[in-house]
Every structure is written in C-alpha cells, then in structure tokens.
C-alpha cells in the first residue's frame, strides 16, 4: 500500500501565512479512501497543496474496504476518511461498530449510478421508452426490470444484485429505484442482518473496484457503485448502466468526510484546517465550469489513487455519461463537488440516510421527528463547516456569497420532479415522508420473522 507523505524539510517554505492564525494541536495525519473519483477532493487537497498551506503533513491511504476503513478510524489507525454517508450516522446509533462519528464536510454530490448485465438489459429492453432517434428514454424505471425479475421468480432463480456496504447510499439508491418499479428490495432486522427479509431482488454487498469482474462472473446481475465502475463495465463491454443517482434524486448527498468526535474535541483546530483545505479542494475541482476536471483525472488514474484508466474516469468527471458504447450524453452536473453548496452538510441530507434505514429495518422501531433531528446533528457539524469557511473567506481565499450562512441546517424540501418516484422530500417531515413511500416500513411497523407487522 503506497504512502504519500512529503517531508517537512522540503515543503517548510510552502506553508502560507494562514498558519498562524490556527495553532495546530496535530499536523501529522493518515486519512483514508477507498478507490472510487468521489476521493478526488482529498487527492487534489494533497496534490495542489492545500494541506500544506495549513500546516498539513497529510498521508493519504487506500483502504481494502468500507468497513476496514471504518475501522481504522475509530481504532485511530486513521484520523480521518472519505466515508459513505451512512457509516458516521450508522456508528452513533449502534447499527454495526458503535462509535461517535461526525462528519464536518460533505465531499460531493450524485455520482453513483445503477448498472446491469447485457443480458438483463437485453430483457428489459422491450420494456424500455425509446426516443424519436432509438435510443433509450432516460431516467429509466425499475418497472422496466420488473418483469424480468418476475420471470426469474416464477423459474425459481433468485435475482443477485451487487451494492457497495449495507449503510451505503448506494444501497439506499439501489433500494429506492426497485421500489419504486414496484419491487421489494427486501427488509432488516435484529435477527437478520441480511437485509434480504421478504426480498424481491437478492442485494450483497460486492467492494466497489470489484464489481465489474463480480458481474462478469454472472455472480450478480446487476450493481449500484460509483465511478469509475459503472463506465468501466462499458469500456469492458459487459454491462449497462441504466440510471444514474442524479436522475434518482438531482443533486443527492453523496460521501462525506469523516472523524471521530474524540478527534474534534482534541484536536479542534487542526479540524478545522483540514476542513479549509478540502474546502479548497472542492473549489478547484468545480471552478470556471470544471476547466481543471482533466487535471483531476489524471490525478486521479495514478495507482496510489483510484488506478483505472484516464479515458475511463474521464467519461464521467468531465461532464458526459456513456450509458452504453456510443451512447455518451451530456451530464454536467454528474459529479458535483463544491457548487450548489456541495461541501456544507446539512442536517436534511443526514435525516434522509436515517429515514432510509428505518424504511428497510436497520433502525427496528419508530422513532420520533425529534430524534431524526438530534441524531443528525449530533453527526453533521456544519458548525465547523462555516467556522473553517469563514477563515478561507477572511483570507480572500473563498468568497463570501458562496456559503449559506444563515440556513438552520435544513435544504428547502426536495421537489416531487426532482425524485424518481415523484415523491417530495422535506427534512423536517421524516415520519410523514415515510407514510408517503409505497414500499417500506411506516409508522409503529417492525420487522417479526419474516413478516411485516403493526
């Protein structure tokens, strides 16, 4: 596992003059990744410097797997990681390792997408609207696969399908587009962990970087992952993406950042400079309509960061998609990492990943909007966030009108047009939002056996 680490003697003189107004308590720290373009803001902190400028002596490394990873930082082997969403607020209420894990910056928007075999997108097919030129109608619904699905039930072959950990948002976008083709992506519970409890379509957990050649196999049929692994099984001519997260949700949450709340009490200033730095990072990798995307890709195919081929990473960090080969569109908004207030984490981004664990059964029993509001801040600290933001603003190295500093923490509610399914999310209305799904639990209901009950 390759280490990046600069040496203090060399880099002494690059260290700016912002230093001085954070005292650091640690400037020699080991973050994690995992080997996905989502990564790019903590690449692209080290690359062009902005770690340093804060004093940083940051070692960057690579991590076998989400929970490897996870692990790491609450072991402290790590100080901190590129994190799924879900992995800081599943540790503070006890699903999985329990541990009080906080994220201060959000790493980016969208980014994932859903891909199947050549076979099943033979299958769906027929099922698929085409457009005037012959080419698939995007977003396509999972009631397209619904009837292959159906078929594979009716042969008795259980239907494989390949996400990245089970508090993953990927997960939680492959669950919420077969319920919403009329699918049942299948239920958790304290007995069960399997999360295949009642399932319509058998979801695994597969890690990222392998689910091309897990396809491939026929193992699983279909995936959920980020980049670059939904283009590569286009490049390998073995699979289609279908849908991406941004046509699931416009502009969904993606990964954050993130530490142990230990890490932050101890060491707060030091908090906030890797915060400022990352912040930077996002700022460059989205400036004068990602004129520096191309240097990110090449960045970021090195093998001590994500390794896969440049032509692969850049068919969807440079504004385009290719859904199969030949079929590439335009996608700007693809990979979002600093506009549209990408890097702030909001509370309504925290209580949309908790709501989805209670829809399929990690969080057991109902719980109150009050909860799903502390829960979330006790996790998201935008607080930090506007803390390092305002010092880069103080420098003239971010400008003021870029932050929201005076939202309470919560997106305007998400539009019905905006979300496959056509049903509007609102933070603050957690409980009602759950009774608004077709699929999932509501209300008092828990998972008993095999069943549904209340």
């Not at 989400?66 to 607020?89: E, F, N, R, S």
């Not at 006890?94 to 201060?104: K, L, N, R, V, Y």
Request: proline share 6%; net charge negative.
């Amino acid at each position: 596992m390759k280490k990046l680490l600069l040496s203090l003697a060399a880099t002494t003189a690059l260290v700016s003059p912002a230093l001085a107004e954070l005292e650091l308590e640690k400037d020699e720290l080991t973050f994690g990744f995992i080997k996905l373009t989502d990564m790019a803001p903590l690449a692209v902190a080290y690359e062009q410097g902005f770690f340093l400028d804060e004093g940083l002596f940051v070692t960057l490394e690579a991590q076998a797997n989400w929970k490897v990873l996870l692990d790491g930082v609450i072991g402290g082997q790590l100080d901190g990681a590129h994190m799924l969403a879900g992995q800081p607020l599943a540790a503070t209420i006890g699903f999985g390792t329990e541990a009080h894990i906080i994220t201060p910056f959000s790493m980016d928007l969208n980014g994932n997408a859903i891909t199947v075999s050549n076979e099943i997108w033979e299958a769906m097919l027929p099922h698929v609207e085409k457009m005037e030129d012959g080419r698939p109608q995007h977003p396509i619904s999972a009631s397209a696969l619904k009837p292959v699905v159906d078929q594979y039930k009716a042969e008795g072959k259980p239907f494989n399908m390949g996400m990245v950990f089970p508090v993953s948002t990927h997960n939680y976008e492959l669950r919420y587009w077969l319920a919403a083709g009329g699918m049942n992506p299948g239920y958790y519970s304290p007995e069960n962990i399997s999360g295949q409890i009642s399932a319509d379509v058998l979801l695994s957990v597969t890690p990222p970087p392998q689910m091309p050649a897990t396809l491939e196999a026929g193992t699983i049929y279909g995936y959920c992952v980020g980049e670059p692994w939904n283009q590569a099984a286009v490049f390998k001519g073995i699979g289609v993406p279908v849908v991406t997260d941004y046509e699931l949700w416009k502009n969904n949450p993606e990964k954050v950042f993130g530490i142990t709340a230990e890490f932050a009490e101890e060491y707060p200033n030091t908090t906030k400079a890797v915060v400022k730095a990352l912040i930077r990072a996002a700022m460059w990798l989205d400036e004068n309509d990602n004129e520096n995307r191309m240097e990110a890709v090449e960045i970021l195919s090195r093998p001590e960061y994500v390794g896969a081929d440049a032509e692969v990473i850049a068919n969807s960090m440079t504004g385009t998609f290719e859904y199969e080969k030949g079929d590439k569109r335009e996608v700007p908004d693809f990979n979002v990492f600093f506009r549209y207030n990408a890097t702030y984490p909001y509370y309504s981004d925290a209580v949309w990943y908790l709501t989805q664990m209670r829809r399929w059964g990690q969080i057991a029993e109902a719980k109150s909007d009050a909860w799903y509001d502390e829960t979330a801040k006790s996790v998201y600290r935008p607080d930090i966030y506007l803390e390092a933001a305002r010092l880069l603003v103080d420098e003239g190295l971010a400008n003021e009108a870029d932050f929201p500093w005076d939202t309470d923490g919560y997106k305007a509610p998400t539009p019905a047009e905006d979300i496959i399914d056509g049903i509007a999310y609102d933070g603050k209305a957690p409980n009602a939002y759950l009774e608004s799904l077709p699929i999932g639990l509501k209300g008092e209901q828990t998972v008993v056996g095999t069943e549904v009950k209340g």
